[in-house]
């Protein structure tokens, strides 16, 4: 039987790390896997990263700085971080964890975010995942971004606040424009049950593509009473703009 498969069906993703799994091959080149048991290390490290982001929002930029939009209308997160580019072969790894329920890439996916961390997690008093709608909960079994955040909060041992905001729209947010993306945002989170005092928060996602969730989840997080709040998503999308210019 496939090693995955049996992975999945033991329900390893919620224990510890990848290390003490068998080693294989490299999913790329098909060398021997180093620690992360499905990449080698040539081609873990060759995993695309924006070489400048926008200190914001993690927009990738041709230099390093602040881009125009998060200097004229800064959103309400404080600073934003991408581990890696949204591009082959994460977007494919990422899309078959979420829509063909693979866990056992999550849990890859997981620890490759570990090896490439925001700079700031010395300060992090606590994560806070991205809510799924209880539909879209129940349709797809597990929310990506809660997993991904139970994983880092194990691993740097910090607290996960699953419940500190609601999800209300079950919208498919790929098949609306950026614009509708904002508007359908601010009506779709709430907060939850949970009060702070001026925590140092960090909002976990698997990808950003416009901010605008993560500026409706950090302006939630802000009123309920937290300090600061940052982001932090395995991959990020270029912005159209940068697309057209790089
Ligand atoms: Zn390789
Ligand atoms: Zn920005």
Same mark, same amino acid.
């Given at each position: @039987?496939?090693?995955?498969?049996?992975l999945?069906l033991? /329900?390893?993703?919620?224990?510890?790390?990848?290390?003490? $799994?068998? &080693?294989?091959?490299? =999913?790329?080149?098909? =060398?021997?896997?180093?620690?992360?048991?499905?990449?080698?290390?040539?081609?873990?490290? #060759?995993?695309? #990263?924006?070489?400048? %982001?926008?200190?914001?929002? %993690?927009?990738?930029?041709?230099?390093? /700085?602040?881009?125009?939009r998060?200097?004229?209308?800064?959103?309400?997160?404080?600073?934003?971080? &991408?581990?890696?580019?949204?591009?082959?072969?994460? &977007?494919?790894?990422?899309?078959h964890?979420?829509?063909?329920?693979?866990l056992?890439?999550?849990?890859r996916l #997981?620890? $490759?975010?570990?090896?490439?961390? *925001?700079t700031?997690?010395?300060? *992090?008093?606590? $994560? *806070?995942?991205v809510?799924?709608?209880?539909?879209?909960?129940?349709?797809?079994?597990?929310?990506?971004?809660?997993?991904?955040a139970?994983?880092? %909060?194990?691993?740097?041992?910090?607290?996960?606040?699953?419940? #500190?905001? @609601?999800?209300?729209?079950? =919208?498919d947010?790929?098949? $609306?424009?950026?614009?509708?993306?904002?508007?359908?945002?601010?009506?779709?989170?709430?907060?939850?049950?949970?009060?702070?005092? /001026?925590?140092?928060?960090?909002?976990?996602?698997?990808?950003?593509?416009?901010?605008?969730?993560?500026?409706?989840?950090?302006?939630?997080?802000?009123?309920?009473?937290?300090?600061?709040?940052?982001?932090?998503? @395995?991959?990020?999308?270029?912005?159209?703009?940068?697309?057209?210019?790089?």
């Open positions: @039987m496939d090693l995955n498969k049996v999945a033991t /329900g390893l993703f919620h224990q510890g790390s990848l290390s003490h $799994l068998l &080693s294989g091959t490299c =999913e790329l080149c098909l =060398e021997s896997a180093d620690l992360s048991g499905f990449l080698c290390t040539p081609c873990r490290t #060759a995993l695309a #990263a924006s070489e400048h %982001a926008c200190s914001q929002c %993690a927009e990738p930029l041709a230099h390093p /700085g602040r881009c125009a998060c200097q004229q209308q800064p959103p309400a997160f404080d600073y934003a971080y &991408s581990s890696y580019l949204y591009q082959p072969p994460l &977007s494919d790894w990422l899309l964890a979420k829509d063909q329920g693979q056992q890439w999550l849990k #997981a620890w $490759l975010m570990q090896h490439r961390p *925001v700031t997690l010395d300060a *992090v008093d606590g $994560l *806070v995942p809510p799924s709608s209880a539909r879209r909960l129940l349709y797809r079994g597990f929310n990506p971004a809660q997993l991904l139970a994983s880092l %909060a194990r691993h740097w041992h910090l607290p996960l606040h699953s419940k #500190a905001i @609601m999800k209300h729209s079950s =919208e947010q790929r098949k $609306l424009s950026a614009t509708q993306r904002r508007r359908n945002q601010n009506h779709s989170f709430s907060a939850g049950q949970q009060l702070f005092r /001026g925590e140092h928060l960090l909002i976990i996602d698997d990808v950003i593509t416009t901010g605008a969730t993560a500026n409706a989840v950090a302006r939630l997080l802000k009123q309920q009473g937290a300090g600061i709040v940052g982001v932090w998503s @395995m991959c990020r999308t270029p912005a159209k703009s940068t697309q057209h210019t790089s």
